[in-house]
Nanobody, 115 residues
Framework: QVQLEESGGGLVQPGGSLRLSCAAS????????MGWFRQAPTKQREWVAG???????NYADSVAGRFAISRDNAKNTVYLQMNSLAPEDTAVYYC?????????WGRGAQVTVSS
């Protein structure tokens, strides 16, 4: 079955950087667009960034210029490089893939930005 596993979260000071990874299994990874979402306490889950199978990227306005999504098809992994982090970036970050009209989520990685 399809499985997604995020890693790389943690506590970072404002202005710092983190890189999240999402390892996928159970799919032909290179064929599918991948997305990163986040959910802050008391807020709805929101889209952060996406990357197509061809490598085209898109970003939410709130993270454009600070975050970068990339993928390594040989490792079945999608990444989210997060720079210039701010307290409002604090959230649980999830990766997602849509396949055969089903949506699959990882369990999430906590990112906390605090001094």
């Amino acid at each position: 079955q399809v499985q997604l596993e995020e890693s790389g979260g943690g506590l970072v000071q404002p202005g710092g950087s983190l890189r999240l990874s999402c390892a996928a299994s159970g799919i032909t990874f290179s064929m599918y667009p991948m997305g990163w979402f986040r959910q802050a306490p008391t807020k709805q889950r929101e889209w952060v960034a996406g990357i197509t199978s061809a490598g085209t990227t898109n970003y939410a306005d709130s993270v454009a210029g600070r975050f970068a999504i990339s993928r390594d098809n040989a490792k079945n992994t999608v990444y989210l490089q997060m720079n210039s982090l701010a307290p409002e970036d604090t959230a649980v970050y999830y990766c997602r893939v849509d396949r055969s009209n089903q949506i699959y989520w990882g369990r999430g990685a906590q990112v906390t930005v605090s001094s």
